[in-house]
């Protein structure tokens, strides 16, 4: 019994690792996404941003293939400005649960100590303006475990970025005619 649940905590630990990215996404609700066919990114509000250089230009790409995939052009004069932030935090995870192995005497043969391990947890976020009005239209924002190994980074950012823009452009509001001929 005690193997079985070592084995489905590894498990879980496992799995863990893997764990899906958390998305979500709020927008001006009172947009025509429709009109906007550029897009361009907002260097001033990017430089601020505390992630390495090399990660900057991994999110930067993975925005443009993106946007570009959904049909948008990159200009210098823009419809749309893109930036982006991110958070990170650390999460010590402690187990009460001790971490059994071994041969021991009397009623409890196994013996072990507890253990903890250390997760960091990333949040990014991708900001779309309207760059005539210069408000915010569109927000996306996902969370997830980040990559341990550095050779694993790209394709998580890559995750991140193509999970949010998912949910962009929001969908197109119906008229009523159209919600009537339904019926």
Do not use: H
């Amino acid at each position: 019994m005690k193997t079985l649940k070592l084995f489905l905590l590894l498990l879980l630990i496992t799995v863990g690792a893997c764990s899906p990215i958390q998305v979500d996404a709020d927008y001006d609700k009172a947009t025509d996404f429709s009109q906007y066919k550029t897009y361009n990114f907002m260097k001033d509000g990017i430089a601020k941003v505390e992630i390495s250089d090399l990660d900057k230009k991994r999110i930067l790409n993975a925005i443009d293939i993106e946007m570009q995939a959904k049909g948008y052009t990159k200009s210098e004069t823009p419809d749309l400005m893109v930036n982006f932030f991110t958070k990170e935090m650390d999460y010590v995870n402690v187990s009460n649960y001790y971490g059994y192995w071994g041969y021991g005497w009397g009623w409890y043969p196994y013996y072990g100590y507890p253990y903890a391990y250390t997760t960091t947890e990333g949040t990014l976020y991708i900001d779309l303006i309207d760059a005539k009005r210069k408000e915010l239209v569109w927000q996306g924002v996902g969370a997830g475990l980040l990559a341990e190994k550095m050779s694993e980074k790209e394709q998580r950012i890559n995750e991140f970025v193509n999970r949010i823009l998912l949910q962009f452009p929001p969908e197109a509001k119906k008229d009523k005619k159209d919600k009537k001929d339904k019926k």
